[in-house]
């Protein structure tokens, strides 16, 4: 090789400096904010507090059966109310068989949530298999487990919500009366 200087430069190191460049922090500008809804507590945090629990008394009254879908019931505005005060991200519901299921939502559990969860474990399993099949209600005993519910089943449909508008009741009134 001889003593000439190099004419050709290579494009990918051509004006780089020999310091590199300064390194951004790791600090976010912009964090997301948490999906859970303000009042919506965790029922752990409850239980340190010692809050109590009141359970929605809607849940007495839907007669609901345990294998056809939430949204079979006649009056859909239950399905909205929160299943307990105060509302919580998570519980878990407990049946005398043993069955145990977990109803979640981080913008406060729902009845329809806990009934979504507790459809989940029966929709397959045929009316005859079930001696109770329908959802008579929901008991907290904070003696017994603090952050969960029992669910109690019978062998009736108990007594259906008074009020609501369906088409369904409209067309059983017109029918009614053109009979008489």
């Not at 029966?122 to 487990?145: C, N, V």
Request: net charge positive; aromatic share 4%; hydrophobic share 35%.
């Amino acid at each position: 090789m001889s003593g000439e200087p190099l004419t050709k430069v290579d494009s990918a190191v051509q004006g780089l400096e020999a310091t590199s460049p300064p390194k951004e922090s790791h600090i976010h500008k912009h964090r997301r904010a948490s999906s859970s809804a303000n009042g919506v507590m965790n029922i752990n945090d409850l239980e340190a507090q010692g809050t109590e629990l009141q359970i929605a008394k809607e849940t007495q009254m839907l007669g609901w059966k345990v294998n056809t879908s939430p949204t079979s019931i006649d009056d859909k505005d239950y399905l909205k109310v929160m299943l307990t005060t105060p509302p919580v991200k998570k519980i878990d519901l407990y049946f005398k068989t043993g069955l145990h299921v977990t109803a979640r939502n981080l913008k406060g559990v729902t009845i329809r949530d806990a009934m979504d969860a507790i459809h989940k474990s029966f929709k397959k399993r045929p009316d005859d298999e079930l001696p109770e099949p329908y959802l008579k209600g929901f008991e907290w005993d904070k003696e017994e487990s603090w952050t969960s519910l029992l669910v109690h089943l019978s062998a009736n449909a108990g007594p259906k919500p008074a009020g609501g508008s369906s088409k369904k009741k409209k067309k059983a009134a017109a029918a009614e009366e053109e009979a008489a």
